[in-house]
């Protein structure tokens, strides 16, 4: 149980070492990595790609929930059918998530 409370040191006595002090504080840091870091990362690098390689007559959602086809694709915005003769324009990071072939005409 000595891990978990400190034990009371008596004047002049031994000190506990800088690793044992520590150590709580290195293995939050090393959890928040693995748990919280890595995986927000592999997500926005995922992201970044998937806006990179948006392509004419690809279906797509956008963050606020449209559902387009893109029509056309600038380096900053994406050109997105929502109806007949109906365009939006919305910036590229926005695009939330590619979708299959043939969703709009079954929603």
Known sequence: MDF???TAWAQGGAQPSLFGSMAPLLIIVVLFYFLLIRPQNKRQKEHREMVAALEKD???VTGGGVLGKVVEVGDLWVT???A???K???QKNTIATLMPKGTIKSA
Do not use: A, G, K, T
Request: aromatic fraction near 6%; charged fraction near 35%.
């Open 80 to 82: 997105l059918e929502v």
């Open 88 to 90: 939006l324009r919305v």
């Open 4 to 6: 978990f409370i400190e």
């Open 84 to 86: 007949d003769n109906v």
């Open 58 to 60: 690809q279906e797509v």
